[in-house]
């Protein structure tokens, strides 16, 4: 579904830093492995790299974002309201508009492989494998980035807090030290100097703290299946009372 797989590029075009993929173009258009994806701040001094083009689903999203926004002035329209939305408008095209987008989308591609082709003629082959083993290292850092900040911006509940988190993030302003590793320093003592009865309450807020994040959890992976992102559900694996393990 063009919406699950182009949901970071469009996030992108509201203003906010993404991936751009390529998507809804019928099929992913192959590339040298090399030239995949080239990250900024590579450090090589080959510089000027061209930016992989839009997909034909991101071309009508862009294309739309500004009229949607115009038929609703003066509303706060929520990001996933606006995706909803575009992917409707993009279900309901008729294939023969659809062709337009896609065949622009291949041109831009095609026109882009040429491009990369001759840049990586004028490479030597210890300047492929550097490239490579850059581009990998600066791909996996920005996958996570990328995923922490959509799981941000989807609005994920925060993770429960531990007794100690909870400790810390209490005493941390009040500490008298200077650096932040020394005011870590007190507060681990003043922790492990604590009676259990005393860290009881930190517990007990804990407990509230991780029923806060049950509740909330549930409530967003709610809106995560109507909105068709099956894959965030966390994994249940039930196991029926009635079995016994040897």
């Known amino acids: 579904m063009a919406l699950l ?14 991936a751009v993929l390529c998507t809804g173009c019928g099929s992913r258009l192959r590339i040298p492995l090399s030239f995949v994806y080239i990250p900024r701040g590579f450090s ?5 790299y061209p930016k992989k083009p839009m ?3 991101l071309r009508f999203s862009k294309e739309q974002l500004p009229i949607i926004r115009a038929q609703n002035p003066g509303k706060d329209v929520k990001n996933t309201e606006l995706i909803k939305k575009i992917a409707e408008l993009w279900r309901k095209l008729p294939d023969s508009e659809k062709k337009i987008y896609e065949d622009e989308s291949r041109a831009a591609w095609e026109a882009y492989k040429e491009e990369i ?3 990586q003629e004028q490479l030597t082959p210890s300047q492929i494998v550097s490239l490579e083993k850059e581009i990998m290292q600066k791909r996996l850092k920005k996958k996570a980035l990328i995923k922490k900040r959509e799981l941000t ?3 994920k509940p925060k993770r429960p807090r531990t007794a100690y988190n909870i400790f810390v993030s209490e005493c941390f302003q009040d500490a008298r030290d200077d650096s932040s590793q020394a005011k870590l320093k007190t507060i681990n003592e003043a922790w492990k100097n604590m009676s259990s009865s005393q860290k009881q309450v930190y517990f007990q807020f804990a407990k509230d703290d991780k029923i806060r994040y049950e509740n909330e959890m549930k409530s967003w992976e709610e809106q995560m299946i ?3 992102r099956n894959d965030l559900i966390r994994r249940r694996i039930k196991v029926p009372k009635d079995v016994i393990k040897d």
């Open 5 to 18: 797989r182009s949901m970071w590029s469009l996030l992108s075009n509201l203003g906010r830093s993404g």
């Open 44 to 48: 090589s001094d080959l510089t000027n």
């Open 55 to 57: 997909s034909s689903y």
């Open 117 to 119: 082709n001759k840049i």
């Open 153 to 155: 911006i989807l609005g």
């Open 226 to 228: 109507e909105v068709g």
